[in-house]
């Protein structure tokens, strides 16, 4: 069973406490049409929460643990809001669907609920497609400020905890808060730096922005600047020689890209990258390209040990010539890294 879950009652088909699928039909019930189940990060299903409290009632989950090859990682939220409409998800459309009714049944009584699906569970009629089980909690009583602080804390970029004590409350998790109920540690989502010109980092910042990336660009053309916009990046800056640069604000969750094929930029640019603390950093180019750029780094005195964190060529797939392929390629190579 499930480390700290102690206290959360687990409801079973036909306990008189719940009875699987058989919830109030007046109530609109939750459909896959109603999930947002691109807006997974913590960040989407906090401000999904967070609204939907404003409003009226909402449940906010967690997966508290799995068993085999679950979809989402312990510590993945959802939340669920009266009229079912879902933000997260936790497996296939069947289970999810099953998840947002249980939630729906959790805000109606205001008690908490754990739920385990797939091996071991007591809902036998919902399977789990790639075998093994998982575990999530659902709170009808988060509090709403709580969750603001939690969210602050993730939009400064710093990781957070959330406690899911068994009263059915959520708390911005603080020391020792874990030793009762469940505490998920949230991340900030993943961020993209993509410093460049030309088709390639627009089609990078797409994948990305796909991926949910946030996103940052540099760049000395307007026409992508102007595309990063578009895409929703939270930073654009203009480059105008490679002397002046701005200020970087990379954290262990951002990655660095270089996508320039006049290479005047890339010297300056990596060396102030590789003193930072992104967790990647590459550039595109051949070896020859790579070999070029780490001798004028070598040049410019940047230590050994640092021009080792440079990536390049970059990509899971060598030599590949049309952009949206190459972005894919580089995207997979930095999702691997950050694994």
Same mark, same amino acid.
């Given at each position: 069973?499930?480390? *700290? *879950?102690?206290?959360?009652?687990?409801?079973?088909?036909?306990?008189?406490?719940?009875?699987?699928?058989?919830?109030?039909?007046? +109530?609109?019930?939750?459909?896959?049409?109603?999930?947002?189940?691109?807006?997974?990060?913590?960040?989407? /299903?906090?401000?999904?929460?967070?609204?939907?409290?404003?409003?009226?009632?909402?449940?906010?989950?967690?997966?508290? $643990?799995?068993?085999?090859?679950?979809? +989402?990682?312990?510590?993945? #939220?959802?939340?669920?809001?009266?009229?079912?409409?879902?933000?997260?998800?936790?497996?296939?459309?069947?289970?999810?669907?099953?998840? &947002?009714?249980?939630?729906?049944?959790?805000?109606?009584?205001?008690?908490?609920?754990?739920?385990?699906?797939? @091996?071991?569970?007591?809902?036998?009629?919902?399977?789990?497609?790639? *075998?093994?089980?998982?575990?999530?909690?659902?709170?009808?009583?988060?509090? +709403? @400020?709580?969750?603001?602080? &939690?969210?602050?804390?993730?939009?400064?970029?710093?990781?957070?905890?959330?406690?899911?004590?068994?009263?059915?409350?959520?708390?911005?998790?603080?020391?020792?808060?874990? $030793?009762?109920?469940?505490?998920?540690?949230?991340?900030?989502?993943?961020?993209?730096?993509? /410093?460049?010109? *030309?088709?390639?980092?627009?089609?990078?910042?797409?994948? &990305?922005?796909?991926?949910?990336?946030?996103?940052?660009?540099?760049?000395?053309? %307007?026409?992508?600047?102007?595309?990063?916009?578009?895409?929703?990046? @939270?930073?654009?800056?203009?480059?105008?020689?490679?002397?002046?640069?701005?200020? %970087?604000?990379?954290?262990?969750?951002?990655?660095? /890209?270089?996508?320039?094929?006049?290479?005047?930029? @890339?010297?300056?640019?990596?060396?102030?990258?590789?003193?930072?603390?992104?967790?990647?950093?590459?550039? #595109?180019?051949?070896?020859?390209?790579?070999?070029?750029?780490?001798?004028?780094?070598? $040049?410019?005195?940047?230590? %050994?040990?640092?021009?080792?964190?440079?990536?390049?060529?970059?990509? #899971?797939?060598?030599?590949?010539?049309?952009?949206?392929?190459? &972005?894919?390629?580089?995207?997979? $190579?930095?999702?691997?890294?950050?694994?």
């Amino acid at each position: 069973m499930w480390r *700290g *879950g102690r206290g959360w009652p687990l409801f079973r088909a036909g306990s008189g406490k719940f009875s699987l699928l058989r919830l109030d039909h007046t +109530r609109r019930k939750p459909s896959l049409a109603s999930m947002s189940l691109a807006d997974a990060a913590p960040e989407d /299903v906090l401000s999904f929460a967070i609204r939907s409290l404003a409003e009226g009632p909402c449940a906010l989950g967690v997966v508290a $643990e799995t068993v085999g090859g679950g979809v +989402r990682a312990p510590g993945a #939220l959802f939340a669920v809001r009266g009229d079912g409409a879902m933000a997260g998800y936790v497996s296939n459309g069947c289970v999810d669907a099953d998840i &947002a009714e249980q939630a729906l049944g959790a805000l109606a009584e205001e008690a908490p609920r754990r739920l385990r699906y797939g @091996e071991g569970s007591p809902f036998t009629d919902v399977r789990l497609p790639c *075998g093994g089980a998982v575990e999530v909690l659902i709170a009808p009583h988060p509090c +709403r @400020e709580e969750l603001e602080a &939690a969210l602050s804390a993730l939009h400064s970029r710093s990781p957070v905890g959330l406690h899911f004590p068994p009263d059915g409350t959520v708390a911005h998790a603080r020391a020792g808060a874990a $030793e009762n109920g469940f505490a998920a540690q949230l991340l900030p989502r993943l961020r993209l730096r993509v /410093v460049g010109r *030309g088709a390639e980092p627009v089609a990078l910042m797409r994948v &990305a922005r796909a991926a949910g990336f946030a996103l940052s660009c540099w760049s000395p053309d %307007e026409d992508v600047l102007a595309e990063a916009g578009r895409l929703g990046a @939270e930073e654009r800056h203009a480059l105008l020689t490679p002397q002046r640069l701005p200020e %970087e604000a990379d954290d262990p969750r951002t990655a660095v /890209v270089l996508l320039f094929h006049d290479h005047d930029w @890339e010297p300056p640019v990596l060396a102030q990258a590789l003193a930072g603390r992104a967790f990647y950093i590459g550039a #595109l180019g051949s070896r020859r390209a790579q070999a070029a750029r780490r001798q004028a780094l070598e $040049e410019m005195g940047v230590e %050994e040990a640092m021009i080792g964190r440079l990536h390049g060529p970059i990509g #899971l797939v060598p030599s590949l010539r049309d952009a949206p392929a190459v &972005a894919v390629s580089i995207l997979a $190579e930095i999702i691997a890294a950050a694994r």
